[in-house]
DNA sequence: CCAGTGAAAGTTAGCGATAACATTTGTTGG
DNA sequence: CCAACAAATGTTATCGCTAACTTTCACTGG
């Protein structure tokens, strides 16, 4: 099927009549390169198939084309889709992806990452949770000028281009879609206070119940820390309420999960009885029975875009970038599916 | 702390006062160097911390040092933990490895492969299951003549090195660890019938109990099919049984988790009044409560094993390569839990 | 004693791209 | 109409390493 060479820049270069410099120009894109030339090559390069020698680039450029990953909980679900979606796009772009553990010991984590900078001199990094927000891990990329986007950061905002979703807005819809349903007593267990989103979860629900004039005596509202264990204590205390809810909206799908359980236990059918929903969309809420409704966040959307905000190169200087581009906030998607239905009162 | 710049093989070669050629050869485990000259050059080259120059090397020589990694489904727990280990050992090794996604329609796969072989040039692939058993893939590698490990595969283990635990021994001991505590009631729910680990784990069960001279009615053995929903209808066939089991193993975690939600729906006490073993070690082995015993594949040996022996080039021409040779068998753990635990007679 | 041999080490020429500088072409205003 | 400068394109050297060839040198045996 294809040619059994690869066509390399001369090739380019000689089929469109151009140097190779122009042709390395044209993929590059700089500017000074008139569109004529410029659409000539492309159509040649599309002819070809031509994908540039990522070796020979690193080799004769400043840059690397290696991006590194900075990742905290290898077992946390959603790192292997952001892992998959991000070396997948990297690919597309010609990048390389170095994927690096934070360390329990967060001096060691530093270590690492400015090895990254130094040895493996990295043109940008990628921060996902909860190293996102650790300050010296900051500071050292800040310091060594390298680029860097964060992956839902929780403080600091001002620091760097992030990429997030708008979890009040998720929580804000998911509540409402349990009022929809014919719910009006809808407890909610909050997730670990020491992470932004909880907060931000717990006043989407809030504002969900209010816009809709809905008062919930305060005992509806369960402390949580995202764990199964967690859960289990909060379902228990809200499932033996005199006035028990119709609807438990957890922070999370673990905690949702433990609801489902708890409330099985006590041989309250889900959803006739109680719908229950949760938050994140992970391998979880499909693995249990029922299913549970929740809100998926983009993880592979985020990937990319972190991909390619960093190949742009566009972040590079972030001493003239208006703090309001820093942001890039991704659509979430609500998922209903069995623990949650229309309520036969 | 480090050298601002990194050194460079000239540099070795001058320090050694050698050529960059015999420095070169040295680092390629090349015969035609003397022990004399090799010892000085590698004493440099841990002086001077020297790392190849991964870009310039693949540039300069006819291997690529890309692996190529085939994955199926990525939402298998193991795959991130598989990719984690694999993706940090060929680090190490001064390779990249390239993730490819098997496709629904396998024409596209083998598309896929191809576009690895001859656009990429990978050194060697690996394959997971399930591609590992697929055909097609297998002939496309052969007839390129590139090599390849195949991860815990279940037909042709003569085509290539391949890497398994023993699935067998370890539901024998499984198995045995129920009877320790004092069950001789102990039912099994065997997996999905397509895959040839659930054969070997239903062998090792049925071992175990023979060699301890335990008879079980055939109602203790369950037909599922590894899914959550194949648990749940597993579990509530054997909790019915007159005679019920006081301890049920299950060919993996999903259906372990089934059975303890339905036996605690039934107000089952677990451990007390029934013991539950699962295997994998999933994420949800952790995540139910009780927590899951269970036996834990050693996914980050397979992956640097895996990585290893493509990087040694050894298999690169099988022809010669004993058939016994192929096979690495590596530990598996078990992990007891709070699922299982002594018997209170 | 020296041609013949083979192991060990060295030399040269790229691999495929880009940086830096050099050159050509195009545009403008006086 | 052309100097003067900017925009567009070309030329050359080089990145760090290895393949392929060449040289050196120690050791044979007739």
């Given at each position: 099927?294809?040619?059994?060479?690869?066509?390399?820049i001369?090739?380019v270069a000689?089929q469109a009549g151009v140097s190779m410099m122009t042709v390395s120009r044209v993929l590059n894109q700089d500017k000074k390169v008139s569109d004529k030339t410029r659409e000539k090559v492309m159509a040649v390069v599309e002819q070809l198939?031509y994908?540039?020698?990522?070796?020979?680039?690193?080799?004769?450029?400043?840059?690397?084309?290696?991006?590194?990953?900075?990742?905290?909980?290898?077992?946390?679900?959603?790192?292997?889709?952001?892992?998959?979606?991000?070396?997948?796009?990297?690919?597309?772009?010609?990048?390389?992806?170095?994927?690096?553990?934070?360390?329990?010991?967060?001096?060691?984590?530093?270590?690492?990452?400015?090895?990254?900078?130094?040895?493996?001199?990295?043109?940008?990094?990628?921060?996902?949770?909860?190293?996102?927000?650790?300050?010296?891990?900051?500071?050292?990329?800040?310091?060594?000028?390298?680029?860097?986007?964060?992956?839902?950061?929780?403080?600091?905002?001002?620091?760097?281009?992030?990429?997030?979703?708008?979890?009040?807005?998720?929580?804000?819809?998911?509540?409402?879609?349990?009022?929809?349903?014919?719910?009006?007593?809808?407890?909610?267990?909050?997730?670990?206070?020491?992470?932004?989103?909880?907060?931000?979860?717990?006043?989407?629900?809030?504002?969900?119940?209010?816009?809709?004039?809905?008062?919930?005596?305060?005992?509806?509202?369960?402390?949580?820390?995202?764990?199964?264990?967690?859960?289990?204590?909060?379902?228990?205390?809200?499932?033996?309420?005199?006035?028990?809810?119709?609807?438990?909206?957890?922070?999370?799908?673990?905690?949702?999960?433990?609801?489902?359980?708890?409330?099985?236990?006590?041989?309250?059918?889900?959803?006739?009885?109680?719908?229950?929903?949760?938050?994140?969309?992970?391998?979880?809420?499909?693995?249990?029975?029922?299913?549970?409704?929740?809100?998926?966040?983009?993880?592979?959307?985020?990937?990319?875009?972190?991909?390619?905000?960093?190949?742009s190169?566009?972040?590079?200087?972030?001493?003239?970038?208006?703090?309001?581009?820093?942001?890039?906030?991704?659509?979430?998607?609500?998922?209903?599916?069995?623990?949650?239905?229309?309520?036969?009162?």
């Amino acid at each position: 099927m294809a040619d059994h060479k690869r066509a390399r820049i001369q090739d380019v270069a000689e089929q469109a009549g151009v140097s190779m410099m122009t042709v390395s120009r044209v993929l590059n894109q700089d500017k000074k390169v008139s569109d004529k030339t410029r659409e000539k090559v492309m159509a040649v390069v599309e002819q070809l198939n031509y994908r540039p020698n990522v070796s020979a680039r690193r080799l004769a450029s400043t840059k690397s084309f290696f991006l590194g990953l900075l990742y905290d909980n290898p077992s946390d679900t959603y790192i292997s889709q952001f892992l998959l979606a991000a070396l997948k796009k990297c690919r597309t772009l010609g990048y390389h992806l170095i994927v690096d553990e934070a360390h329990a010991d967060i001096n060691k984590t530093i270590e690492s990452v400015k090895q990254l900078i130094d040895v493996t001199q990295v043109d940008g990094m990628i921060l996902l949770p909860p190293m996102c927000d650790n300050e010296a891990v900051l500071d050292v990329l800040t310091k060594a000028d390298v680029p860097f986007v964060r992956i839902t950061p929780d403080t600091k905002l001002n620091r760097s281009p992030y990429i997030c979703m708008d979890d009040y807005q998720a929580a804000f819809d998911v509540t409402e879609h349990l009022i929809n349903q014919g719910h009006s007593k809808i407890a909610h267990i909050i997730g670990d206070t020491k992470q932004g989103v909880s907060r931000m979860r717990y006043q989407g629900y809030l504002d969900a119940l209010r816009s809709n004039q809905i008062v919930t005596p305060p005992e509806y509202i369960e402390q949580g820390s995202f764990t199964y264990q967690s859960g289990m204590e909060a379902a228990m205390k809200l499932l033996s309420l005199d006035d028990k809810p119709t609807a438990i909206f957890a922070a999370n799908d673990d905690m949702a999960a433990a609801v489902i359980s708890i409330a099985q236990k006590q041989g309250i059918n889900i959803p006739n009885e109680l719908s229950v929903v949760g938050f994140d969309d992970t391998q979880l809420a499909t693995v249990v029975w029922p299913n549970i409704s929740t809100v998926r966040q983009p993880i592979n959307e985020m990937a990319e875009l972190s991909i390619t905000l960093l190949a742009s190169g566009q972040y590079s200087d972030l001493s003239n970038v208006k703090s309001l581009d820093l942001r890039h906030i991704l659509d979430f998607e609500l998922i209903e599916r069995e623990s949650s239905s229309i309520k036969s009162n």
